[in-house]
């Protein structure tokens, strides 16, 4: 599923294609995505593509009026075309530009959307309550510990929880979590500030990495060159059970959290 370095890599993929250009035509093959596409989506025709945006797993394309939403969900991925083939049968949504080239929309599992926004596109109410972003300098880890506080709920569902802070999905929850040596499982609310600070820097980190690697693809994740992240070769514990931790050798735990997958080590992370 792409996560937020893998929405952020798709941002600057499109930015040059998209940014400073004129939308000539909008083609939706399938509107049935996780939310029907509305069928206002024509009033982005004609418009300029004034500025790309991410807002946690979000992008915006921000028009001369309005604005586009758009979500990847689980299987989501654009590609741009100069010269486009026939579509395909996930190829669900074709924007074409006036220069003539085509930013294509694929979504096999059909769990993305676009949706329209107005011209404040962080005020629609899919965006409007999520929390700070991790890369702003709204996160930190007192912020982290004084939402905590009182929690019992694992501290990897705490950070995944998207009011808490956007973007942090169960890749890099588990790669933060190794990395600040935090057992998963461990209460929100019984982590001290100074862990939580060693927190929200790995975070950062993790999430920078794997922007500058292009993303995780575990599945079938491409950027809009058609391209796969290269984080997953960096990965410490995602989708390692039973192999020996990187730091201390004892082999990779796997335990369910919240229906996901949670890999840590039970000696580094305590």
Request: aromatic content about 8%; hydrophobic content about 40%.
């Amino acid at each position: 599923m792409p996560e937020l370095p893998e929405v952020e890599t798709t941002r600057l993929g499109l930015q040059p294609h998209a940014e400073g250009h004129v939308i000539a035509a909008v083609t939706v093959r399938q509107p049935q995505l996780r939310w029907p596409v509305p069928d206002a989506i024509g009033h982005a025709v004609d418009q300029e593509v004034t500025r790309l945006e991410r807002r946690g797993k979000w992008l915006i394309w921000r028009l001369s009026a309005g604005s586009l939403l758009w979500h990847l969900g689980m299987s989501g991925s654009f590609r741009v075309w100069h010269n486009p083939p026939a579509p395909g049968r996930h190829d669900h949504i074709d924007v074409i530009f006036d220069a003539g080239h085509v930013i294509r929309y694929t979504d096999p599992r059909r769990f993305g959307a676009l949706l329209l926004g107005g011209s404040d596109p962080l005020a629609h109410p899919r965006l409007a309550s999520l929390g700070p972003e991790p890369l702003g300098g709204d996160f930190s880890g007192q912020w982290l510990y004084r939402l905590g506080r009182g929690r019992r709920v694992a501290v990897k569902n705490f950070i995944m929880n998207a009011a808490v802070v956007v973007g942090v999905g169960n890749i890099y929850a588990c790669e933060a979590l190794f990395a600040a040596g935090i057992d998963p499982r461990r209460a929100a609310g019984r982590i001290s500030l100074q862990r939580y600070q060693r927190l929200a820097e790995q975070i950062k980190a993790t999430l920078g990495q794997a922007i500058e690697a292009g993303g995780t693809t575990l599945s079938d994740f491409t950027d809009s060159h058609g391209q796969p992240g290269y984080f997953a070769q960096k990965l410490s514990v995602y989708g390692r059970e039973g192999q020996p931790c990187r730091a201390c050798a004892r082999p990779v735990r796997r335990i369910v959290q919240g229906q996901r997958s949670t890999f840590f080590c039970p000696r580094c992370q305590r």
